[in-house]
């Protein structure tokens, strides 16, 4: 693929953002049930109208293209382009009515994420991330904070029973104390509030590809650094267990952060 992307295809994603929306926000802060998944995750009739209309509309315009989403079947998930879909991260932020959830649109190339969308519909925000492009919050340029020591960093999670007990659950209070500041329950929110400059570090674990696909493009063209814990590429196939992810503003801090969740 060329260093830029295509235009057509970020286009595509901005409106599978903009047909999103309009379904989250009839649904938000309205009774609805909700079901319980095989592993205890919430999901409701939101969740799946938005992954539906999404499908349907890459079925229509991208037929050979791959999709993985989290709730229905993958499809030619070996294709060379494969859009990887969220249409509701955050589903507990959602059905509390708070406007941290998200959906996440990521596209990867023979592997490589290569397009990232983060929409919340409630804020009207919606964060791009494009190879060869510089990120964007609603079309304008955005940057991560960097020159941060762990000791000034303000750190997101999603919350603290995200971490296995036993090492995760240790490294993640280790970088918790060493830290300025720890905050919880922003979903991929952080993410882009790390994009955007706002937060320092965020630190996750029991992720899956659906969960931060879209959301590797979108800081690494703000100029911040993501990987897993380890420091390498997450997995990105539809069998992704890459679980656990760290986002920072700079190398540095990267660095710094890993070295306390690894190091006792």
């Known amino acids: 693929m060329a260093a830029v992307l295509d ?7 901005l409106r599978l953002a903009e047909a999103a929306a309009p379904i989250a926000k009839r649904y938000f802060r309205q009774e609805i049930p909700i079901d319980d998944k095989a592993d ?4 409701t009739i ?17 037929p050979k293209d791959g999709v993985i989403g989290e709730e229905f079947a993958n499809t ?3 294709a060379a382009h494969t859009w990887v879909i969220d249409p509701i991260d955050g589903t507990r932020s959602f059905i509390t009515g708070k406007p941290c959830f998200g959906t996440l649109i990521g596209l990867l190339h023979e592997g490589e994420a ?9 804020t009207g925000e919606i964060w791009l991330g494009a190879k060869g492009h510089a990120s964007t919050l609603n079309g304008k340029p955005i940057r991560v904070r960097t020159g941060r020591k762990l000791d000034q960093a303000y750190l997101y999670a999603t919350g603290p029973e995200i971490f296995s007990p036993g090492a995760e659950t240790e490294g993640f209070q280790r970088l918790s104390r060493r830290v300025k500041n720890t905050r919880y329950g922003a979903d991929c929110y952080a993410y882009g509030l790390l994009a955007l400059g706002s937060v320092d570090l965020v630190c996750e674990a029991n992720l899956k590809v659906f969960d931060y ?7 690494r063209g703000a100029g911040g650094v993501v990987a897993d814990w380890t420091g390498d590429e997450p997995v990105l196939a539809a069998s992704g267990t890459t679980g656990r992810i760290l986002a920072a503003g700079d ?3 990267f660095a710094a952060a890993q070295e306390a969740l690894l190091k006792p």
């Open 213 to 219: 696909a879209a959301l590797l493009p979108v800081i």
């Open 40 to 43: 205890a995750s919430p999901v």
């Open 76 to 78: 030619r998930e070996t």
């Open 7 to 13: 235009r057509s295809l970020i286009d595509l994603a």
């Open 114 to 122: 290569v397009l990232g969308i983060i929409s919340q519909p409630i």
């Open 46 to 62: 939101a969740d799946r109208e938005i992954e539906q209309t999404l499908r349907a509309m890459l079925e229509a315009e991208r």
């Open 251 to 253: 190398a540095a801090l």
